[in-house]
């Protein structure tokens, strides 16, 4: 559901107009974010995010931003100060009804999902789920300016590089650990070798043509 209106938002995180806007909707302000929209391989993570702004974690960013270990002990600051839901769609899924219907798909779940029930929705990108019970808009480049979507960001990827180091022990020689799923020269090389895998994505071209299906 589109919101009625935009809340406007300086092109880097404030935490007292963002503060303000959780105000006008009892502090039920939710970020939500995804990660994994373009690998070859893996599931596609989103996080939605109500922050406490009583005790927003210092230093919260785009998650590209940031250092593997910064981004972890943000992760864990955000489950202990914040309300956090996680969805995610598989390959399996993504093949069947496309990346983008799939993230979206996800992102609308990662909602559903959270304890309290936001009053606006603030999604990275350029659309907003359909399907929401509550207005949403959509905030491009959302990651680095709104600091419930930073932290959305976070916790979807972290949640979705642990997915991919624990598939590197099921299913070995693609480097999923190492990129994580991306089509790095790496993985095209390990994906000739050893054709796809059960999480790759065979809707994506080069997984495909791996595979020996036509173009």
Excluded at 14 to 38: I, Q, S, Y
Excluded at 47 to 74: C, F, Q, T
Excluded at 89 to 99: C, H, K, Y
Excluded at 102 to 124: K, N, Q, S
Aim: proline share 7%; aromatic share 4%.
């Amino acid at each position: 559901m589109p919101s009625l209106f935009d809340l406007p938002f300086d092109d880097a995180p404030n935490l007292k107009l963002e503060r303000k806007h959780a105000r006008a909707f009892d502090g039920l302000l939710a970020g939500v974010d995804e990660a994994g929209r373009g690998p070859w391989a893996g599931p596609v993570v989103t996080a939605g995010v109500i922050l406490d702004y009583r005790r927003v974690p210092a230093g919260l960013n785009d998650s590209k931003k940031l250092s593997e270990d910064r981004r972890e002990a943000l992760f864990e600051e955000i489950l202990r100060s914040a309300t956090v839901s996680i969805a995610s769609a598989s390959p399996a899924t993504i093949d069947r009804i496309n990346i983008r219907a799939a993230t979206l798909g996800a992102m609308r779940r990662a909602v559903e999902g959270l304890a309290l029930t936001p009053r606006m929705v603030i999604v990275d990108g350029r659309d907003v789920p359909p399907g929401l019970a509550m207005a949403g808009q959509n905030l491009i480049k959302g990651d680095g300016r709104c600091l419930a979507v930073a932290a959305a960001s976070i916790i979807a990827k972290v949640t979705r590089d642990r997915m991919m180091m624990q598939l590197e022990e099921t299913c070995a020689g693609y480097g999923f650990a190492q990129h994580k799923g991306y089509g790095v020269p790496a993985h095209a090389e390990a994906l000739t070798r050893l054709g796809p895998c059960p999480h790759h994505r065979l809707s994506f071209r080069p997984v495909r043509l791996a595979a020996g299906e036509a173009d």
